[in-house]
């Protein structure tokens, strides 16, 4: 499957893809006619890639953990460390998100109170 191909039928932008090829983890890609090809196993990356990205990794956190990725099991704790990093930072920004609505919900208190019925 050429870049084209994996970009319209997994719906990754094609910029996501060039990058995925420039940081060197398409191993088993190989070059057909000019062409980069997709196997099984680079659309798996590549899900993951969008997985990662979707839950608020950086481009380069993303890459990172790609690289601990290909290297193997040995960076299991490594991948699980930033997964876990990561974690925290969400639940610190729910937890702002959470006071934040509190807050909001008190004004709207105040207001409704002085509001005949």
Not at 72 to 84: E, P, S, V, Y
Request: hydrophobic fraction near 40%; include cysteine; charged fraction near 30%.
């Amino acid at each position: 499957m050429t870049i084209y191909e994996a970009s319209e039928r997994y719906n990754i932008p094609l910029e996501i893809l060039c990058e995925y090829e420039s940081w060197g983890l398409c191993g088993a890609v190989k070059k057909v006619m000019g062409a980069w090809q997709y196997d099984d196993t680079d659309l798996e990356r590549l899900s993951l890639i969008m997985t990662l990205h979707d839950i608020g990794f950086a481009t380069e956190e993303i890459e990172n953990y790609m690289k601990l990725l290909v290297e193997g099991k040995d960076t299991d704790a490594a991948r699980l460390q930033m997964l876990n990093q990561k974690h925290t930072a969400v639940l610190d920004e729910i937890h702002f998100r959470e006071k934040q609505l509190d807050r909001l919900n008190y004004l709207r208190y105040e207001i409704q109170k002085n509001i005949p019925k």
